[in-house]
């Protein structure tokens, strides 16, 4: 049973460019959330995404963006890179429900320069 | 605003101490709280996850407490191993999202 599966693991952008990263979440899980981690700092919310649509949203402006597929895999598209938005990018799967557990991917280190 | 504060931010123990991790939240309305550890640079692994109305929650080294109505949870653990090294986070879970804390990085000396 594969677990959560993020790629790619490592990405260079440079300022201005947009990115997509992606997820597949563990199998029989339908909600996909997403995090912003700095250096030395816990999980930043993104979105979450359940049923193709996003659930709720955290305190990112509109250059964040996702996309929920069918098969419940995720998108996370970022424009208009800037130097702060070097991060690790987690995703993360859940079944939805009371106790929502969380499954983490091995994240997207993502290196704007 | 629900705030996650996690103490201490850094700890360093000889191998075979026991040790707590502390995590405390503002908002007593959760519906309940994971703990997960992270290794540099990676995904996070989910250690305990306890539900609002549990007390704790135990798996082999590790026990995880939970006092809801002082917004305050504990990590112990037993017998340290310095395979316990990484950074371990608490996070509580509102109607949608869970909100981390900072996290502490755990040193665990051969």
């Known amino acids: 049973d594969a677990g959560v599966t993020q790629s790619p693991t490592h990405l260079i952008k440079t300022r201005g460019q947009q990115v997509t990263l992606r997820c597949s979440p563990k199998?029989?899980?339908?909600?996909v959330s997403w995090y912003q981690q700095a250096l030395g700092q816990g999980p930043q919310f993104i979105f979450q995404?359940?049923?193709?649509?996003?659930?709720q949203r955290g305190n990112f402006p509109d250059r964040f963006s996702g996309h929920q597929f069918p098969n419940y895999s995720s998108e996370l598209n970022v424009n208009a890179l800037l130097l702060g938005d070097s991060a690790l990018y987690l995703c993360?799967?859940?079944?939805?429900?009371?106790?929502?557990?969380?499954?983490f991917g091995s994240g997207t280190q993502l290196s704007v320069l | 605003k629900q705030e996650v504060t996690q103490i201490p931010a850094a700890l360093s123990v000889p191998e075979g101490e026991n040790l707590v991790l502390n995590c405390s939240f503002t908002?007593?309305?959760?519906?309940?709280l994971q703990w997960f550890r992270q290794d540099p640079g990676k995904g996070l692994t989910s250690l305990l996850l306890?539900?609002?109305?549990?007390r704790e929650q135990t798996s082999g080294r590790l026990n995880a407490s939970l006092d809801k109505s002082s917004g305050r949870s504990t990590l112990y653990i037993a017998a340290s191993q310095p395979g316990d090294s990484a950074t371990y986070l608490c996070?509580?879970?509102?109607?949608?999202?869970?909100?981390f804390g900072t996290g502490t990085r755990l040193k665990v000396l051969a």
């Open positions: 993360a799967s859940s079944f939805t429900g009371v106790t929502q557990k969380l499954f």
């Open positions: 199998s029989g899980h339908d909600t």
């Open positions: 995404y359940y049923e193709e649509e996003e659930r």
């Open positions: 908002d007593s309305a959760i519906y309940n």
């Open positions: 306890i539900q609002s109305s549990q």
């Open positions: 996070a509580v879970k509102g109607t949608y999202k869970y909100i």
